[in-house]
């Protein structure tokens, strides 16, 4: 498989912003993606941004696209103890979908 | 829609033992995916079928796995014979165009398997 790179873990206090970081390998993929896992759950598309885009803004999500140097990130604005939950990018080459290792977001209160 | 469906929800079985893990995906999609989730590895793809046809089955472990789609609507995973190291959550996923890269990936509730 492709090496899609996160960090594991990320504490942010609820009201403040986050940033999940993501490093993929593969440029040939048309789309990528950020999906959320809550406890117990599969994974939900959180949102994605085409990949002849710089950045894509969803509400409280900012997609940023770096395709030189292969790196994704996903900003949440007001961080809410709701947004607590394993958050992995995706690269989709050829007809296949790569996740990450999920980067498990804590929001304290 | 329903979503993707998963059977069991959870299962614990004893090393040796069969496990048969089954998917029913949304009605029209027509590319299935299989995966596992460990804490050591995170999630790996272990196998997907596009129009019921497996397309690449080169992240199933070992012989001791295999899966098939007999049709549109439905999907086994088999584990013959189990071993303690197959302990993971299986996800099904499925998605609504061909091929992976241009739709979302919606994702079953997984099974959580517990071998013994």
């Known amino acids: 498989g492709e090496d899609v790179e996160q960090s594991l873990f990320l504490s942010v206090r609820e009201g403040d912003s986050s940033v999940i970081n993501c490093t993929y390998t593969?440029?040939?993929?048309?789309?990528l993606y950020w999906y959320k896992q809550e406890p117990g759950a599969g994974l939900q598309l959180l949102t994605y941004?085409?990949?002849?885009?710089d950045m894509k803004q969803d509400q409280r999500l900012t997609v940023l696209l770096n395709k030189k140097d292969k790196h994704l990130s996903l900003r949440i604005a007001d961080t809410q103890t709701g947004d607590s939950a394993i958050y992995f990018c995706a690269e989709t080459p050829g007809n296949q979908f790569y996740f990450g290792t999920g980067t498990s977001l804590t929001v304290i209160p | 829609d329903a979503g993707v469906i998963q059977s069991p929800r959870h299962e614990v079985t004893e090393m040796g033992q069969e496990v048969t893990l089954r998917c029913k995906p949304i009605s029209g999609h027509n590319s299935l995916f299989w995966y596992r989730q460990t804490m050591m590895r995170g999630l790996e793809l272990l196998i997907y079928f596009n129009n019921n046809v497996p397309i690449d089955d080169s992240g199933m472990p070992e012989d001791r796995f295999s899966a098939k789609m007999p049709n549109a609507s439905f999907s086994t995973l088999k584990i013959q014979p189990s071993e303690p190291r197959d302990s993971a959550v299986y996800f099904c996923?499925?998605?609504?165009?061909?091929?992976?890269?241009?739709?979302?990936?919606?994702f079953g509730e997984g099974s959580r398997l517990t071998v013994l």
């Open positions: 941004i085409f990949s002849n885009m």
């Open positions: 996923a499925s998605s609504g165009l061909a091929g992976g890269n241009t739709g979302e990936l919606f």
């Open positions: 593969d440029s040939s993929s048309t789309y």
